[in-house]
């Protein structure tokens, strides 16, 4: 099992910054691929970043593309998530989520553990 919890969301205004960190905790964290997925309300869940498990590639969704920077700290069991310009539709549950693959994973049904998920909310 792997345990993940979110933190860092929070009420900011457009073109504001927010950083997210992960931890994980239960198995060694570098053996997965790490993701961010966003919920906004009455939407599914959709795919936001996503990165190997040494850190040495990554992956985005267009909408976020430029503006979103995730990275990982293996000796420190967390991935974090670096959003810039933030935008009223960045507006979320953000949620961390594992994968045991090998490869660039942008489908939820890949990853294996999640968290519970933290707010963030943009305002205009």
């Known amino acids: 099992q792997v345990q993940l919890r979110e933190s860092g969301g929070g009420l900011v205004q457009a073109g504001d910054s927010l950083r997210l960190s992960c931890v994980a905790s239960g198995r060694t964290f570098s053996n997965y691929g790490m993701g961010w997925f966003r919920q906004a309300p009455g939407k599914e869940r959709e795919f936001v970043a996503t990165?190997?498990?040494?850190?040495?590639?990554?992956y985005y969704a267009d909408s976020v593309k430029g503006r979103f920077i995730i990275s990982r700290d293996n000796a420190k069991n967390t991935v974090f998530l670096q959003m810039n310009s933030l935008k009223p539709e960045d507006t979320a549950v953000y949620y961390c989520a594992a994968d045991s693959g090998y490869n660039i994973a942008t489908m939820s049904e890949k990853y294996d553990y999640w968290g519970q998920g933290t707010q963030v909310f943009v305002s205009s």
């Open positions: 990165i190997t498990r040494s850190g040495g590639n990554t």
